[in-house]
């Protein structure tokens, strides 16, 4: 059975490129080790995650999440089973905010600032599938 799992969560910690670019490494590894596809947003401190796959290997994902000490106030936006994946492109996409349109967030959300712990996990599903569209994401 296939699932599709939204959450947020806080850095616990500034993080720099070099960091997030080990994650976002470590993640595509074991993420198409574990059938995992999905796409990672991280803007001033804050995660938003998509991910899609089946609901063991979903459920073990953020259950790992939770217990990483680099995330605080994880926050779970949506949980659904689905009939097929709709962001299976990526092993993780990575949202680039140098080519998206800020306007495009008034859309999904209350401002133009991303603040998912203001908005639903499907606002922010269907925020993904226009980045996807707009060519804002970095493929894996």
Same mark, same amino acid.
């Given at each position: 059975m296939l699932v599709r799992l939204v959450y947020a969560s806080r850095a616990a910690s500034a993080l720099g490129e070099p960091e997030l670019n080990a994650i976002l490494k470590s993640s595509r590894e074991h993420n198409h080790?574990?059938? /995992?596809?999905?796409?990672?947003?991280?803007?001033?401190?804050?995660? /938003?995650?998509?991910?899609?796959?089946?609901?063991?290997?979903?459920?073990?994902?953020?259950?790992?999440? /939770?217990?990483?000490?680099?995330?605080?106030?994880? /926050?779970?936006?949506?949980?659904?089973?689905?009939?097929?994946?709709?962001?299976?492109?990526?092993a993780m996409g990575q949202v680039q905010f140098s080519r998206m349109n800020r306007a495009l967030l008034l859309k999904y959300s209350e401002s133009a600032k991303l603040d998912p712990y203001t908005m639903s996990g499907k606002a922010l599903t269907g925020l993904f599938h226009?980045?996807?569209?707009?060519?804002a994401i970095a493929c894996s």
């Open positions: 080790a574990e059938g /995992i596809t999905g796409l990672l947003c991280f803007n001033e401190g804050v995660f /938003i995650q998509l991910l899609e796959g089946g609901r063991g290997a979903v459920n073990a994902r953020y259950k790992a999440i /939770i217990d990483d000490p680099r995330h605080k106030d994880v /926050i779970l936006l949506a949980y659904e089973e689905i009939a097929e994946r709709e962001f299976s492109g990526w226009e980045l996807v569209s707009a060519g």
